[in-house]
């Protein structure tokens, strides 16, 4: 039986107890900022909604690392309302097509599933936006410590395209993660998708390294 059946639901980020984000952890998120990473600079823009750092890392720690599913709602609506603030310029009016970066199938055991997906479900559920599960990650080591070449060497001809996930034609694409760090994941994304003849207008991430 799940602990949350049982004890009252605990904040995430400071541990009051009565939701699982209060008032003043959900604070921790703003508006788009730009991302600026070597990979992604001549492929797609790529903005983030908050520094992983304090409240927002342990929020997203949380939601990963300790199968707080509960959280999903939340990051799904923090996502929403990032994606309606995108700087997109002239792109306005087409639907929105989301496009989850993939986990490792290990990881996504150890997560209860693809826990990006899952986020992108819940900001859907807020925007209506499609969700096109269009790429797909086999094998690979865990990338967390690695430096960017050895991000690029460890996605190297593991990162394909699903044709089964093709976004709607006539969508503004937009890849969405976790965290942006390197930005080796988010620009073998894009890429892949390009080659598939799938336009990406941005990469958004609910936070970025400093």
Same mark, same amino acid.
């Given at each position: ?110 997560? =209860?599933?693809?826990? +990006? ?5 819940? $900001?859907?559920?807020? &925007?209506? *936006?499609?969700?096109?599960? !269009? %790429? ?33 034609? =006539?969508?503004?694409? +937009? ?5 942006? $760090?390197?930005?080796? &994941?988010? *620009?073998?994304?894009?890429? !892949? %998708? ?17």
């Amino acid at each position: 039986m799940s602990l949350n059946l049982i004890l009252p639901t605990a904040c995430a980020g400071c541990e009051t107890r009565g939701a699982p984000v209060c008032a003043a952890c959900s604070s921790a998120w703003g508006s788009p900022t730009e991302v600026f990473r070597p990979p992604l600079a001549a492929l797609a823009p790529a903005y983030a909604l908050a520094r992983y750092t304090g409240v927002a890392k342990r929020i997203l720690i949380a939601y990963k690392e300790r199968r707080r599913r509960d959280l999903a709602p939340f990051l799904g609506w923090v996502l929403a309302v990032g994606l309606m603030a995108l700087p997109l310029g002239g792109l306005l009016g087409s639907p929105w097509c989301l496009v989850p970066a993939p986990s490792r199938r290990i990881a996504s055991r150890v997560r =209860g599933g693809p826990h +990006v997906l899952r986020i992108a479900a819940e $900001t859907a559920r807020w &925007t209506g *936006a499609y969700v096109a599960p !269009a %790429l797909v990650l086999k094998g690979g080591r865990d990338a967390v410590g690695l430096n960017r070449a050895e991000r690029v060497a460890n996605l190297a001809g593991r990162l394909r395209f699903a044709a089964a996930g093709r976004p709607p034609p =006539g969508t503004r694409v +937009v890849v969405v993660d976790d965290v942006i $760090t390197t930005g080796a &994941t988010s *620009a073998a994304c894009v890429t !892949a %998708l390009k080659n598939a003849g799938v336009p990406v207008v941005a990469v958004l991430a609910l936070l970025a390294t400093v």
